[in-house]
């Protein structure tokens, strides 16, 4: 079997064991910090021997869903028939994480820009941080169409005022975005 396929279906097993022990976790408000608990399995090495940078990725993706659940909005998603895609994300790291280590990722709804939400999340060990990631969502309609940050607050309610989005992130967030699909874009170096 090919390592991509090996991939894809230890994350299929993966997500579909969270959502199983979501539901039984204790719950959240949509505002709130998550923290969901992973460990680093041989299929998430590289040829290093420490996490692969691609599969922290995955793993932030994961943990979205955890507090997705936890705070009620994934039935509120699918009953309107939305679901969430990253339109921009961004990574630092500090620490390796290696073969059977337990980790947790922190997730934290940051707020809104006028097309998109802003995610922060922390892989964190011991009580340190070993790698932060910033996420930039929409949300489309399954019918086709973009759901509208006014739709979405109706559900989630407003942003706590207590400084949680950096200004800079705003600023990252317009300067990251790429034209809309239907505009073109050649690749022209």
Known sequence: ????????????????????????????????????????????????????NGVYLSVLDIARLDLMQRSGMWPKLQERGWYPVVVAESI???????????????????????????VEQRFVRGGEVCA???????????????????????IVGPVPDDGRMPAWLLTWGADSQLPPNKAPMPSDW
Do not use: C
């Open 92 to 118: 630092s790291f500090r620490r390796s994480l290696e073969l059977w280590q337990r980790f947790t990722v922190e997730t934290r709804v940051l707020g809104f820009d006028e097309k998109a939400i802003y």
């Open 132 to 154: 932060r990631a910033y996420i930039r969502a929409r949300f489309l309609k399954r019918g086709g169409g973009v759901v509208t940050v006014d739709e979405l607050r109706a």
């Open 1 to 52: 079997m090919p390592n991509s396929t090996i991939g894809l279906v230890h994350f299929f097993f993966r997500t579909l064991l969270q959502a199983i022990r979501g539901r039984f976790r204790s719950p959240l408000g949509v505002w709130d910090v998550s923290s969901t608990p992973f460990r680093v399995l041989p299929t998430d090495l590289d040829v290093l021997r420490h996490m692969n």
